[in-house]
């Protein structure tokens, strides 16, 4: 604590990147190099910048909100007010405030928008066909495409997420394995996601269906 006793709302958020840090999350949660710093943390430590934390109320969180959300979605305000909200009951685990006191804890009069999944991210069949297909051609007249094609290859059809994708190597390809025969769609291929790269901080072994086996192939020979 400070001479005073009290944290400043700005020595706080400090305080909670902190402990963020210390438990070896990741960059979007713990790192002031990160773009969420920028996005929530700056403009509500601006914005509370001589309040003191266990000072901070309801009402002081709704003019945060009524000033900066002007322009703002309902998605947005949430978004806004669930890192108060984490920021707080974090620091009240730390016991520099109390968790029953959470003044980010209201709901702004604004309705929680949930977030939209499902079919709406699903493309058919065909649609998926004529894309791959669309993306052969352009290869064609431009063969440094074939990296693309390769990266759309590995997050379309073998589970491997954008971010691993990004990093995969030919070497991490593995042609004519054993694999259980009683498996789907699943060729003798597989790629391997290091631990450094996953998400989890897991190797893993990812199957490669026909399909990716052809156009994997494809890239591979240019």
């Given at each position: 604590?400070?001479?005073?006793?009290?944290?400043?709302?700005?020595?706080?958020?400090?305080?909670?990147?902190?402990?963020q840090k210390l438990k070896n999350l990741?960059?979007?949660?713990?790192s002031k190099e990160h773009k969420n710093y920028r996005t929530y943390a700056l403009p509500l430590r601006k914005f509370f910048a001589d309040k003191e934390l266990i000072r901070l109320t309801e009402e002081d969180v709704k003019k945060y909100i009524k000033a900066r959300g002007k322009n703002w979605s309902e998605r947005v305000n949430n978004d806004h007010l669930n890192f108060g909200r984490?920021?707080?009951?974090?620091?009240?685990?730390?016991?520099?405030?109390?968790?029953?006191?959470n003044p980010f804890e209201y709901s702004g009069g604004r309705k929680r928008v949930a977030k939209k999944r499902g079919t709406k991210k699903v493309m058919s069949p065909n649609l998926i066909r004529q894309f791959?297909?669309?993306?052969?051609?352009?290869?064609?007249?431009?063969?440094?495409?074939?990296?693309?094609?390769?990266?759309?290859?590995?997050?379309?059809?073998?589970?491997?997420?954008t971010e691993e994708a990004e990093k995969a190597e030919w070497?991490?390809?593995?042609?004519?394995?054993?694999?259980?025969?009683?498996?789907?769609?699943?060729?003798s291929?597989?790629?391997?996601?290091?631990?450094?790269e996953e998400k989890t901080d897991k190797d893993k072994i990812n199957p490669i269906p026909d399909c990716a086996k052809y156009w994997l192939s494809l890239c591979e020979k240019h």
């Open positions: 604590f400070p001479e005073s006793g009290y944290l400043k709302v700005p020595d706080a958020i400090d305080k909670y990147y902190e402990i990741k960059d979007a949660s713990a984490r920021v707080w009951n974090i620091l009240a685990d730390a016991k520099y405030c109390s968790a029953a006191l791959f297909r669309f993306a052969e051609n352009e290869c064609r007249h431009d063969p440094t495409k074939y990296q693309d094609l390769c990266f759309l290859t590995l997050t379309f059809f073998c589970f491997v997420r070497s991490q390809l593995k042609k004519n394995q054993r694999l259980n025969d009683e498996a789907p769609d699943r060729s291929w597989t790629i391997t996601i290091w631990a450094d």
